[in-house]
């Protein structure tokens, strides 16, 4: 197949490229860079068939040659990208995926997008089903990237139903790994390059509120069962195994050896005070569930992380 990656040039893009690559597939990684990095698919570089183009989705898309897929993986994604960056996350969102469901119906492709469990909001229900709507604020900071991605999935859902689009809606809980950026603003990296550096750990709040995170290599393999699957409603891909910022940041003392102390601050307005994915229908629908332990997927991590600031020193 030949595949359009948008974002591909991101953390998840990047890995997504990678696989589909591997599989023997064509991959086509746009990006503006915005957040991403070529240097996530420099080892890419001399594959002829991959392609690498510089563009951002919420100008008009044009990719020549036939497309399979398109697979909407743009989008600022950290709590520090969409407060610093709100028009571009809702232009994106909104004017990216319009423009990439444009591209898959001009090229008779499939079309998947890379919804989020921040369509949930603060939840009123735990853990989410994709049955529930959410509890969003639409005019709060966190509004801009919330917003964006629910409207994101009732765009796609248009192009289903009115232009028979086959279209997926993969609904991305917490997910780290390899090279997501030192500076992402997430608490998966945030945490680790803090204790890497001896600087403290800063949980917000008193540290109760609840994660649950998947390494991405089970989110690669998820999107790729969802494309081998015709089902067109959202699936959550995360981790069930929950446990709270405080317990996280002291299961990362322990997996880097630091000794750093951990520093409380005010916890940020509309911040979720739970997160968990209901993955019953994966389960059901994919036959997938997560299948790399967190603390084996952090180990992996944590030297990633290690050698990226070994090499910016």
Do not use: C
Not at 35 to 59: C, K, M, W, Y
Not at 188 to 213: H, W
Not at 275 to 294: F, H, M, Q, S, Y
Request: aromatic share 8%; glycine share 8%; charged share 25%.
């Amino acid at each position: 197949m030949r595949i359009l990656i948008t974002g591909g040039a991101g953390f998840i893009g990047s890995h997504l490229v990678d696989r589909l690559l591997g599989e023997g597939h064509e991959a086509v990684a746009m990006d503006n860079l915005v957040t991403g990095d070529v240097a996530n698919i420099a080892h890419h570089r001399a594959d002829p068939r991959f392609e690498f183009l510089h563009h951002d989705v919420s100008q008009h898309i044009h990719v020549t040659g036939h497309l399979d897929w398109v697979l909407h993986f743009a989008s600022p994604a950290s709590p520090i990208d969409y407060l610093q960056l709100p028009i571009q996350t809702l232009k994106v969102g909104a004017m990216g995926t319009h423009n990439a469901l444009g591209l898959a119906k001009a090229k008779q492709a499939k079309f998947m997008l890379a919804s989020t469990s921040e369509v949930y909001g603060d939840p009123l229900v735990h853990p989410q089903p994709e049955s529930y709507w959410g509890n969003v604020n639409p005019t709060g900071p966190r509004g801009v990237y919330d917003e964006a991605k629910r409207y994101a999935e009732a765009i796609a859902m248009a192009y289903h139903r009115v232009h028979r689009l086959d279209v997926r809606i993969i609904r991305v809980f917490n997910t780290y790994g390899e090279r997501n950026r030192i500076n992402d603003g997430r608490v998966v990296p945030t945490f680790i390059n803090q204790a890497l550096r001896g600087e403290p750990l800063t949980v917000f709040g008193e540290g109760q509120q609840t994660r649950s995170f998947q390494y991405v290599a089970d989110l690669v393999d998820g999107v790729r069962r969802l494309m081998g699957v015709g089902f067109n409603r959202p699936v959550n891909i995360g981790n069930p195994t929950e446990m709270t910022i405080l317990e996280f940041a002291r299961l990362i003392l322990r997996l880097t050896g630091s000794q750093s102390r951990i520093e409380y601050r005010p916890l940020p307005e509309d911040d979720p005070k739970t997160r968990r994915p209901d993955i019953t229908r994966a389960k059901e629908v994919l036959g997938w569930e997560p299948r790399v332990a967190v603390e084996d997927g952090l180990q992996r991590t944590i030297e990633w992380y290690r050698k990226a600031l070994v090499s910016s020193q």
